[in-house]
């Protein structure tokens, strides 16, 4: 009895420790609770005060910010980003399958999926991985990594054999596409994450996860100098001066005139074609601004005037009246043919006699990138035609094998002592036949006298030969 109430009293001081060692452990996990719950609460009311701090800092392109953060990223002022836009979903190139497009005389993309492929430009344009944003201008990023884009893209496009002659020309057009997209991807971030915060520290943070920390940095210091931001200062005043904004949205000229084409079987005169892209898309149709409507009336005017000089209403009348109100092209590009088309490639345009000069040097860079393609490809060309030459000496080196020995084997053969035709069977004698096969043969053949010739011309008995058989006079008789 002693000893059973000592093992009872044991074990229960040993379940009074283990309650209280369990409740100890608990203790200790709710006020670290307690205290994590108390620290979050705190966290969060800093960042309200903060947020309600920065309201009044955000400007007028915190809407701006919004949907370039529509992808989730966290804006510049701290806050999460509101969802906008985000960016646009591209249907280029989907399952890794080639598209095949059509392309303009000047190299533009004119095909249905051309939507597809400048969304697809514009994601190229903005990767950092490509073409980084560390690099000032266009002109300081690496032939490397233009190459690469060069690459990426014609990697997504199936050409046809009749396009093979336009793809340099394509080329030159995308990649000026490109350079435009990427550079308006910068003047972007900088309106959304560096003039609101000019002065703050919060200008070295880009809200945009595209975007490296590093890369980020060096636009910012570059932004800040002196002659930069003078220079940012006379852009933005040449830039208010352009008055003549179009209505086309994101279909490009090459585009339009291409439906258009293929609606009346005729390009669009340019008067019609710059009344369209300069109306909205209202019921009256009305002008995008007043410069654009007194232009339009100083071409119906021209083109009155020229009428009435007994000049006939067609579509060369039409350019000249365009023309004459337009007045001359001075930079490297054609206003009312988009973008990519040189003065050269329009030959009813008119150029101002300063300009021929800088256009020559852009004549020669172009040219110039036409040679170093022609040279990769005189390059390719020439590896694959090496690898043939090869291949064909090969296959002569095995050829004059073979000879050598069928030389060796009819020099063997005519050493022997008996000629080479007494060595093969003769069918025309009999020794060639044997008599099991000779029984064999139809009555009509066995039939024959020797006098006959066959018979004889066979079994081989009365003539070795048929070149005998057929001199000798019984052939003849037999044959008759």
């Not at 903005?126 to 490397?144: C, F, G, H, Q, T």
């Amino acid at each position: 009895m002693k000893e059973q109430l000592s093992q009872l009293r044991e074990r229960l001081n040993l379940g009074v420790l283990c309650s209280f060692q369990l409740g100890l452990t608990w203790l200790s996990f709710i006020k670290e609770g307690l205290c994590f719950g108390v620290l979050n609460c705190c966290w969060k009311l800093r960042i309200q005060m903060s947020s309600s701090q920065d309201s009044s800092q955000e400007g007028p392109n915190a809407d701006f910010r919004d949907s370039l953060e529509g992808d989730g990223s966290i804006s510049a002022t701290g806050k999460e980003a509101k969802q906008g836009r985000g960016q646009g979903k591209c249907n280029w190139f989907l399952n890794n399958k080639k598209e095949s497009v059509d392309l303009s005389p000047f190299g533009r993309v004119i095909s249905d999926n051309s939507p597809h492929f400048s969304r697809y430009m514009g994601i190229l344009a903005r990767d950092a991985n490509l073409i980084p944003i560390k690099y000032l201008k266009w002109e300081k990023v690496p032939d490397s990594c233009k190459l690469d884009v060069w690459d990426t893209l014609r990697g997504t496009i199936e050409f046809r054999p009749e396009q093979q002659p336009m793809i340099h020309v394509f080329k030159d057009v995308t990649m000026k596409n490109i350079e435009k997209l990427w550079r308006s991807f910068k003047s972007d971030l900088k309106k959304a994450y560096y003039k609101p915060f000019t002065g703050s520290k919060r200008r070295w943070q880009c809200g945009d996860s595209r975007v490296d920390p590093d890369q980020w940095r060096v636009l910012v210091e570059h932004w800040e100098k002196d002659e930069i931001a003078e220079q940012a200062k006379r852009n933005a005043e040449n830039r208010s001066k352009q008055t003549l904004n179009h209505t086309s949205g994101t279909k490009s000229y090459a585009r339009s005139k291409a439906q258009y084409n293929k609606k009346h079987g005729e390009d669009p005169d340019p008067i019609w074609f710059f009344q369209d892209k300069h109306t909205r898309r209202d019921e009256d149709r009305s002008w995008v601004n007043l410069v654009a409507e007194q232009k339009y009336a100083e071409m119906q005017e021209k083109l009155k005037e020229l009428v009435e000089d007994e000049c006939p209403d067609n579509l060369e009348t039409r350019r000249r009246a365009y023309v004459e109100a337009m007045g001359p092209e001075t930079n490297n590009s054609v206003r009312g043919e988009g973008l990519g088309v040189k003065p050269h490639q329009v030959p009813w345009i008119q150029m101002k006699a300063g300009s021929s000069n800088r256009l020559r040097g852009h004549d020669y860079v172009h040219l110039e990138s036409q040679y170093v393609e022609l040279q990769e490809r005189y390059k390719h060309d020439q590896d694959h035609w090496r690898s043939e030459l090869k291949a064909m000496e090969e296959l002569l080196k095995h050829n004059q094998q073979e000879i050598e020995e069928m030389r060796q084997m009819l020099s063997r053969s005519s050493a022997s002592h008996h000629p080479l035709h007494q060595q093969l069977p003769n069918p025309f004698h009999m020794s060639y036949y044997s008599p099991q096969m000779f029984h064999q043969m139809p009555y009509q053949a066995r039939s024959v006298t020797p006098t006959g010739g066959l018979t004889g011309l066979l079994r081989g008995d009365a003539y070795p030969s048929a070149t005998n058989f057929l001199e000798s006079d019984q052939g003849t008789h037999g044959l008759e």
